[in-house]
């Protein structure tokens, strides 16, 4: 019911509006509680690292039997080493920001099957409104053209709102990527169903929930932007 009230074609009016200002209050006390209980959590990170890995791997399962076609998937963990070079090299040297501490890149065969993945895992593995905004990259999807010549898309166009305004200002600069490097990138805040664990956390309560949120890096790119990238100066090494 809450979120019918807060789609585009009831219309706009007090009762749409009025719903959508309780939804993002539901989404923020939701997500403040979930930061709280991972702070208070006596739980070793790797373990939620883990878990978070068993859920990508069981999505990407999914998509390969609805049809998607991946070509590889690989999990990396930033060492410790790994994270000094990178704030070392950047302005701005606060570790907090350091979003790629867990990072999963996803080959497709092809761009459609890329873009069949990303729907995916908007609907299968994180919201679209956990993505952290300002960290996002993408120089593979042409998204009013995917529009235009989708049927069942092309609907849809007039309804979007437009995101990611001055964001290319804020965009970082990362010296260790060649300029002919080219993916799909973002960092989302992934929910962790934490049930089993919460009775080791003092004085937990019901309406403290169950879920954390543990930041996350993807990388989704086509196995040809995947070959062009390996070579010159793209070649990470």
């Not at 706009?12 to 959508?20: F, I, M, S, T």
Request: proline share 3%.
């Amino acid at each position: 019911g809450l979120f019918a009230w807060c789609a585009l074609h009831i219309g706009p009016g007090p009762a749409q509006a009025h719903a959508c200002m309780l939804l993002k209050v539901m989404h923020v006390v939701h997500h403040v509680a979930g930061r709280e209980l991972l702070f208070r959590l006596p739980v070793a990170m790797n373990e939620l690292f883990h878990r978070i890995e068993t859920r990508v791997y069981d999505t990407v399962d999914g998509m390969k039997a609805a049809g998607v076609r991946i070509a590889e998937l690989a999990a990396s963990r930033k060492t410790p080493d790994s994270v000094l070079t990178k704030l070392l090299s950047r302005s701005d040297s606060l570790a907090a920001e350091v979003y790629d501490r867990l990072r999963f890149r996803l080959v497709t065969e092809t761009l459609d099957d890329a873009f069949s993945a990303l729907v995916f895992l908007t609907r299968h593995l994180l919201p679209f409104n956990y993505v952290v905004p300002g960290e996002s990259r993408n120089d593979l999807i042409d998204l009013n053209r995917a529009l235009e010549r989708d049927a069942r898309l092309s609907g849809m166009a007039a309804l979007l709102q437009s995101v990611g305004r001055g964001a290319s200002s804020r965009q970082r600069v990362n010296l260790f990527s060649g300029s002919g490097f080219r993916m799909i990138n973002f960092v989302a805040d992934v929910p962790i169903r934490v049930e089993d664990l919460v009775s080791r956390v003092p004085e937990h309560k019901v309406s403290d929930g169950a879920v954390v949120f543990l930041l996350t890096e993807f990388q989704v790119m086509d196995v040809e932007t995947a070959a062009a990238n390996s070579l010159g100066e793209n070649n990470h090494e």
